[in-house]
């Protein structure tokens, strides 16, 4: 079974910095895209960050230069490095895997971003 477990989230100060960090375990099967979302109560899911098997990454336009996705496959983790963050990035971010064609998630992990 799939688990994924977000750490590294909390409270930072507008222009500050964060880094989060997923674990992942129990995959099995090729690891076809691995992102970061962001949730906030009321409005849709979205996604911030995304990197495709063949090496593609996207970026949603508001993060773009601000944010970093990586990963290390040997260590099954993936990370989103944060930084000039802003209220708006206020959410609780999800980690996203896709092995072959099933998705799953973490449970989040908290991000509040002060003024």
């Known amino acids: 079974q799939v688990q994924l477990v977000e750490s590294g989230g909390g409270l930072v100060q507008a222009g500050g910095s964060l880094r989060l960090s997923c674990a992942a375990s129990?995959?099995?099967?090729?690891?076809?895209?691995v992102g970061w979302y962001r949730q906030v109560p009321g409005k849709q899911r979205e996604l911030v960050a995304i990197?495709?098997?063949?090496?593609?990454?996207n970026y949603l336009d508001s993060v773009k230069g601000r944010f970093t996705i990586s990963r290390d496959s040997a260590k099954n983790t993936v990370s989103l490095q944060m930084k000039s963050v802003n209220p708006e990035d206020t959410a609780v971010y999800l980690c996203?895997?896709?092995?072959?064609?099933?998705?799953?998630w973490g449970q989040g992990t908290q991000v509040t971003v002060s003024s």
């Open positions: 996203h895997v896709r092995v072959w064609s099933d998705d799953y």
């Open positions: 129990g995959i099995k099967g090729k690891v076809t895209a």
């Open positions: 990197s495709l098997s063949g090496g593609v990454t």
